[in-house]
């Protein structure tokens, strides 16, 4: 027999929904690094990102006292991130005003399951420049991917979130999410097969 997982984030909504301001302070500490991460994905804009994650907490306390727990705290976040920041990135197409930051592709402090991590003493030096390469690659990639399968690759890959949540964070089908996943996981291996094959052949 099962037994049901237990949201561990009820406590500390309740005692916001009581009017506790350290809980909420809590949630936003535990959340604030992965909501950062989700919308920089969406909005490719990293002066825009602090301002986006404010914005979604903002609406997050507001919207708090109509949150029922039908489901995980985090999936209802989540979705209200991803609403505001597609919200924005509409908005930015229709006045497209790019600031430097997003013209310099500026992620370098983005922590993603993705990138390669940082090298250990033993690495060589072509060892750990193929390491970068192919990090390169498929961040490249993702960024290449429509809105939707970025969206989807973001929140299975990188967040660790289940088809049934991202189905709930995105508003579709579950068969909807598992096409986005496997189209966007096809992408990346196209973009990522030449490079593999490449240093396949290669002896270091």
């Known amino acids: 027999m099962n037994t049901p997982q237990v949201d561990p984030d009820v406590e500390l909504v309740e ?4 009017g506790d301001q350290k809980a909420f302070e809590m949630l ?4 604030q690094r992965r909501i950062e991460r989700l919308i920089g994905r969406i909005v490719r804009d990293s002066d825009l990102v602090f301002d986006l994650v404010q914005e979604t907490f903002i609406r997050a306390y507001r919207a708090l006292p109509q949150f029922r727990g039908d489901s995980a705290f985090y999936t ?3 979705r209200i991130a991803v609403n505001t920041a597609k919200k924005a990135a509409i908005e930015l197409r229709r006045d497209p005003v790019v600031s430097e930051a997003a013209l310099a592709g500026d992620d370098d402090d983005e922590e993603t399951s993705w990138r390669s991590r940082e090298p250990s003493d033993m690495a060589t030096p072509e060892a750990l420049l193929a390491s970068k390469e192919i990090a390169a690659t498929v961040n490249a990639a993702i960024d290449a991917l429509s809105e939707d399968l970025r969206q989807a690759i973001t929140l299975r890959e990188i967040e660790g979130l289940s088809y049934e949540e991202i189905a709930e964070v995105m508003g579709c089908p579950i068969g909807t999410v598992r096409s986005r996943i496997f189209r966007a996981r096809e992408a990346i291996a196209a973009r990522l097969r030449p490079l593999l ?6 002896r270091w």
């Open 76 to 78: 209802w976040l989540y």
């Open 28 to 31: 936003v500490l535990k959340y």
């Open 15 to 18: 005692r916001v929904k009581r």
């Open 197 to 202: 094959d490449t240093r396949e052949g290669e």
